[in-house]
C-alpha cells in the first residue's frame, strides 16, 4: 500500500504560477497527475515514468507545465506556469507502485490515488 499526499495548490491570478508537488509514502514507478473540475470529468494532465525517460503532457498543459520527479525523495511534481481560469480543479497525484518501465496517461493505469489539492485561478 502507498499513500500519496499532494500539496502547493491554492489560489493564484491569471498568468501566475504554482508547483505542485506529491510525496508517496515508498517506492513509485509511473506517476501521474491527473485534474477534475466541477461538473467535469477527471482529466489526464502529465505523466512520467520511473526513469523519467518518458513524459507525457495533456495538449493544453504544453509549453505550460511540466513534471519531474525526485526518486531519491519518492516525490513528484507539477511545475504549472501561465495559469488560465479554465486550469481551476482538484488536482490529483496518481501512482503504481508494481515495477513498471511504461507511463500511463489514463486513470486506470494507476491503482494509487492522493487525496487531492485545490488550485484556484482568478481572472
Known amino acids: 500500500q502507498v499513500h500519496l499526499v499532494e500539496s502547493g495548490g491554492g489560489l493564484v491570478q491569471a498568468g501566475g504560477s504554482l508547483r505542485l508537488s506529491c510525496a508517496a509514502s515508498?517506492?513509485?514507478?509511473?506517476m501521474g497527475w491527473f485534474r477534475q473540475a466541477p461538473g467535469k470529468d477527471r482529466e489526464f494532465v502529465a505523466a512520467q515514468s520511473w526513469s523519467a525517460d518518458d513524459t507525457y503532457l495533456a495538449d493544453y498543459a504544453k509549453g505550460r507545465f511540466a513534471i519531474s520527479r525526485d526518486n531519491a525523495k519518492n516525490t513528484v511534481y507539477l511545475q504549472m506556469n501561465s495559469l488560465r481560469p479554465e486550469d481551476t480543479a482538484v488536482y490529483y497525484c496518481?501512482?503504481?507502485?508494481?515495477?513498471?518501465?511504461?507511463?500511463?496517461?489514463?486513470?486506470?493505469?494507476?491503482?494509487?490515488w492522493g487525496q487531492g489539492t485545490q488550485v484556484t485561478v482568478s481572472s
Open positions: 496518481a501512482a503504481d507502485a508494481t515495477y513498471t518501465t511504461a507511463v500511463f496517461t489514463t486513470a486506470r493505469g494507476y491503482p494509487y
Open positions: 515508498g517506492r513509485t514507478y509511473a
